[in-house]
């Protein structure tokens, strides 16, 4: 993980050379180990590393070919480098660093841009081709890995950060359809546009190409259309994809576990995380492959005193993997001292206090020297772990399956709900959802009047997610489809970034393998949710692997 900026023509150079030396100081904090500047004709690329492979000198970055034709900077990680490298020795390449900032370079140069369908990771890269006079910027197919850019003086800047455009690009007001989404309906994150006009997120899964005759964005990878099975028959296929689920997550942790510096693990105490915790120790153990080393020690926000305190549950799971525990405890007063400086680093605006507490466990990882993280975001938005999405659930049983809704109703005030408000919540849904697959959330209605007027007389900014348009599938699909790419996920991975990047920290989400998500979305909703219970699938898939408390809690 590291940060990256760089100009690319913009006709004053003095003004790209001011850029540089400022995007250098404004990302220090995402790749405090060594600094880069690689300055060409028609531009400059910027790169602060954060050494997790080889991180000798040879890693430095900009990366330039033997023959001077292609310059790289990126941020993320190539996971699967390993298996490419040996595939592009077969093919006559040859190598000189242990980086998987070689392997991108010897990846584009035998399939082109092509070569991103071949990576198995996160990334945001910014590639300059001497020879064609084309800059390649990419992001990962889930966008776990941020870059922004701008059009500035004929030419294009970009970085990992909005904070370090902003001093570049002087008219970049309040986005004021942006400010009015976040005060109505709390969406802060949009696919193609921020909190500032004129600076726009690179949207994920995709490639921009930038020459000094213009600009190019073409898509490389969708998140899948939403699930539309309901058919009981295809139960019999169940545990074959529960088996293929637990071989995928098993691999995507084992690939993320690759690193020549120490890593750590979140562990709240809930099912996702605990499963990463205690499938790495498994791999690692039994020896599975080039796994590297499990995490050492586990993270846990720790709140003493308040009900929802998981500290015990994390410490029987780190018991149980054989790891350290560290509890991060947190006092008012160091929150609210906290808030200012998270709002600097942010960027742009939350809604929940508990960033302030993730905040803290990367501080605690980095005081102790550990440089990866593992964390179990995308868990939730991928197999329904909010409770909130066993409405959607009772609606789509209600749709499909009428005279299962009262057997629906009875499982969910087991689990706490009761039925009069399940079937309110329930309805709701059906309204926001709709049959197109959309979900306004009511934000094209008139908003209240304490929004102000100035926000109440602008339009909301088109809700596309990434992907759009929104398919169909069953109501419950669609909701998790579209917390993936528009309302939850997006907002979570900036979170994360900033707060890890903040300590010189690289945070990995295994869930969000993209081969992982796809085979998510394919899940039919009973591998889901099922009498209520949710998650289905992943209790299935970590049967003797995470402790029964923790797996069959609800």
């Known amino acids: 993980m590291c940060g990256i900026a760089g100009a690319f023509f913009v006709r004053d150079r003095d003004r790209v050379d001011r850029f540089a030396a400022a995007a250098a100081d404004l990302l220090a904090h995402r ?84 070569a991103v369908t071949r990576f198995n990771g996160i990334w945001a890269f910014a590639l300059w081709d001497r020879g064609t006079g084309r800059l390649l910027l990419s992001r990962d197919r889930l966008g776990v890995k941020p870059i922004y850019h701008a059009n500035v003086d004929g030419g294009i800047v970009f970085a990992s950060e909005i904070k370090a455009l902003l001093p570049f690009v002087p008219d970049a007001g309040p986005n004021m359809g942006a400010l009015r989404d976040y005060a109505w309906s709390g969406l802060v994150d949009h696919a193609d546009a921020t909190f500032y ?58 690939l993320q576990l690759r690193s020549d510096v120490p890593l750590g693990s979140c562990l709240s105490g809930g099912l996702d995380s605990a499963a990463i915790v205690t499938i790495s120790s498994s791999l690692v153990a039994q020896r599975l492959g080039p796994h590297g080393a499990a995490p050492r020690v586990a993270f846990t926000a720790s709140f003493p005193g308040s009900r929802d305190d998981e500290t015990e549950r994390a410490a029987l799971v780190a018991a149980a993997a054989g790891v350290e525990h560290r509890r991060v405890t947190f006092e008012p007063a160091d929150l609210i001292e906290t808030l200012d400086r998270v709002l600097g680093e942010q960027d742009e605006p939350f809604v929940s206090a508990s960033i302030l507490a993730q905040r803290r466990v990367m501080e605690a990882a980095s005081a102790e020297g550990i440089k990866v993280m593992l964390d179990g975001q995308g868990a939730d938005e991928l197999l329904a772990g909010y409770p909130h999405y066993r409405y959607a659930w009772l609606l789509g049983l209600a749709q499909r399956h009428p005279a299962s809704v009262p057997g629906a109703l009875r499982d969910l005030r087991r689990n706490g709900v009761q039925p009069a408000v399940a079937l309110r919540q329930a309805m709701l849904d059906q309204l926001r959802l709709g049959p197109s697959g959309r979900a306004p959330l009511g934000r094209d209605a008139r908003p209240p009047s304490w929004i102000g007027p100035s926000l109440r007389s602008v339009s909301s900014l088109p809700l596309r997610g990434w992907n759009d348009p929104q398919p169909t599938g069953t109501p419950l699909a669609r909701h998790l489809w579209r917390a993936v790419v528009a309302t939850s996920l997006p907002a979570l991975l900036r979170y994360e970034d900033r707060n890890s990047m903040r300590f010189g920290v690289e945070a990995r989400v295994p869930y969000l393998d993209h081969r992982l998500v796809e085979a998510a979305a394919a899940l039919p909703d009973r591998l889901r949710i099922d009498r209520a219970v949710t998650k289905v699938v992943l209790r299935r898939a970590v049967r003797g692997v995470v402790p029964d408390e923790i797996r069959l809690d609800r």
Do not use: C
């Open 31 to 114: 790749g405090p180990d060594d600094v880069g500047v690689a300055r060409f004709g028609e531009g400059v690329l910027v790169h602060r590393r954060l050494s997790i492979l080889d991180p000798t000198p040879a890693g430095h970055q900009p990366f330039v070919s033997a023959d001077g034709e292609i310059t790289l900077i990126h941020n993320g990680e190539i996971y699967n480098y390993l298996e490419l490298r040996e595939e592009l020795r077969g093919l006559g390449e040859r190598f000189v660093t242990d980086t998987d900032t070689e392997v991108i370079v010897a990846s584009y140069r035998r399939w082109g841009v092509e």
């Open 197 to 254: 006009e004129r600076i726009d997120p690179l949207t994920p899964g995709t490639n921009m190409t930038v020459r000094a005759s213009g600009t190019t964005i073409e898509r490389y990878w969708r998140m899948p259309a939403a699930q539309t099975d309901s058919d009981p028959a295809s139960k019999a296929m169940d545990a074959g994809r529960v088996d293929a689920f637990a071989g995928l997550l098993r691999d995507a942790i084992g």
